[in-house]
């Protein structure tokens, strides 16, 4: 038979009870009076104001350089970020920022693309992969430029003014993402349109909308202290040379 003990019900019974006594000490206990109660929530309401000022900031920089494919000004050059690979291939959310790309690209709004993305290890190329979906759909590879060091927002934004001397450019990413495009290539000093394209509203779609609160205080952070991205690196004309190539 077996014996209680340490391994036995009593000795489970005891752990259980230990653990509901350890939670009550650590349990979270309001303000007694009025007036704590009120300052309470009071300090709750300024967290939540302090917390949400980064997102504000977004939605008032870009409210007004929001636009579809059919209606952003001509620019010569669009950014497009990258968003991950599937199997070597660009993921249904890039695919449809390349798509966006291809489409102002053969409409005459745009005359060079500029893609951006993470080629931090040599079995994954965002770039490459994003050269090889658009010429299947029709720009010319002489008219697309690649940024192997685009790591995250603020990187692809610095880098597209400093290494690739991009002073105006069309943005394109998925609507979630394109305020905050939008606001940091601004920080970065490039003039800059956002055009957020359509996602289905998936489990995806809601993480990038949730990571977007948390990104948000970066971006602020990124802003206003400016600081260098992981890799710079020297001044490459690829960009004049595209613009300069026969379409």
Request: net charge positive; glycine share 10%; proline share 5%.
């Amino acid at each position: 038979m077996r014996r209680s003990g340490a391994g036995g019900p009593s000795g489970v019974r005891a752990r259980v009870r230990g653990c509901v006594a350890r939670l009550g000490r650590l349990r979270l206990r309001l303000p007694r009076t009025r007036r704590g109660q009120r300052r309470a929530v009071q300090a709750f309401m300024a967290v939540c104001v302090v917390a949400l000022l980064p997102a504000t900031w977004l939605f008032v920089t870009a409210q007004d350089r929001l636009h579809t494919t059919a209606d952003v000004p001509r620019t010569r050059v669009a950014v497009v970020f990258g968003a991950g690979l599937w199997e070597g291939e660009p993921s249904p959310y890039l695919a449809h920022r390349l798509d966006a790309a291809a489409e102002l690209y053969e409409t005459g709004r745009i005359e060079v693309v500029l893609v951006t993305g993470d080629n931090s290890r040599e079995e994954y190329d965002e770039p490459d992969a994003m050269r090889a979906y658009l010429t299947e759909r029709g720009v010319p590879g002489r008219r697309i430029v690649s940024d192997y060091a685009g790591f995250d927002t603020w990187d692809s934004c610095v880098r597209a003014k400093q290494v690739f001397g991009v002073d105006r450019a069309v943005l394109i990413s998925q609507g979630f993402h394109i305020r905050r495009a939008v606001a940091l290539c601004r920080a970065a000093g490039v003039s800059s349109y956002g055009v957020g394209v359509d996602a289905k509203h998936d489990a995806t779609w809601y993480y990038g909308g949730a990571r977007e609160l948390f990104a948000a205080g970066k971006a602020a952070f990124d802003s206003a202290l400016q600081p260098d991205p992981r890799f710079l690196g020297p001044r490459e004309p690829g960009v004049d040379r595209a613009l300069a190539a026969p379409r």
